[in-house]
């Protein structure tokens, strides 16, 4: 019984450590890349957008973009436009899943 006990006290101390690691979570995701906010990093995916192009404008200003101009959805379902961030001009996409992507 004294031999285990060392194993387990190595045991326990390894289960705390790693639960005191903190894991990843959808908003430090949306911050892979200076250009993406969103959460799905292989966006913007085509497909039936159902969005409308107010909740396409809400999306964006939800994620920090102002003065969104020339919004329109293209032939895969993706809406694309214009808008500035962080005081500069980007072109932005807003996938049906609703990731948004600047470049």
């Given at each position: ?7 387990a006290?190595?045991?326990?101390i390894g289960?705390g450590a790693?639960?005191?690691q ?6 430090d995701?949306s911050k ?5 906010t ?11 957008n159902s969005?409308?192009e107010?909740q ?6 939800q994620?920090?973009f ?9 032939a895969n379902?993706v ?10 001009a980007v072109s932005?996409a807003i996938?049906?899943?609703g ?5």
């Amino acid at each position: 019984m004294r031999l285990l006990a060392p194993f387990a006290a190595a045991f326990v101390i390894g289960i705390g450590a790693a639960a005191a690691q903190t894991v990843g979570t959808a908003a430090d995701e949306s911050k892979a890349g200076p250009d993406i906010t969103n959460i799905n990093p292989a966006a913007p995916i085509a497909g039936a957008n159902s969005f409308t192009e107010d909740q396409a404008r809400r999306r964006l200003e939800q994620n920090g973009f102002s003065g969104i101009e020339s919004l329109a959805k293209d032939a895969n379902g993706v809406w694309r436009g214009t808008a500035r961030k962080d005081g500069r001009a980007v072109s932005v996409a807003i996938d049906y899943q609703g990731n948004v992507v600047a470049k």
